[in-house]
């Protein structure tokens, strides 16, 4: 597990290697760009990764308009650790995903 804490530290991570990436974990409101572009720039170099995005409120991004974009997941703080935790089961099933024991969340 990774754990990046700047938006483009983390797309120049991927970037250079998108493949050891299982599945990315993103906040939508960040300093230097939403979860939203964030996860639609990834998903243009990997169209099948699996994305979460999370936020407290946002006028911006909804799980329609998320979806829309491709985004696999979609979460609402505050949000309990089993409910974290079923939704990444079921974002990793729904997407055939099998870890490859290098799981990377990027935050």
């Known amino acids: 597990m990774s754990i990046i804490c700047t938006v483009f530290m983390g797309f120049a991570t ?8 299982d599945l990315v974990i993103t906040y939508q409101p960040m300093p230097e ?3 939203v572009d964030l996860a639609r720039s990834m998903l243009r170099i990997r169209p099948e990764l699996p994305i979460i995005v999370c936020t407290g409120y ?4 909804s799980r329609e308009n998320a979806e829309f974009y491709g985004i696999k997941g979609f979460a609402l ?3 309990a650790r089993k409910d974290l935790a079923a939704l990444l089961r079921k974002v990793l099933d729904d997407g055939n995903v099998t870890c490859k024991g290098t799981t990377r969340f990027l935050y």
């Open 77 to 79: 703080k505050p949000l």
């Open 14 to 21: 991927f970037k250079n290697k998108p493949d050891p990436f």
């Open 33 to 35: 760009m939403t979860g």
């Open 58 to 61: 946002s006028s911006q991004v």
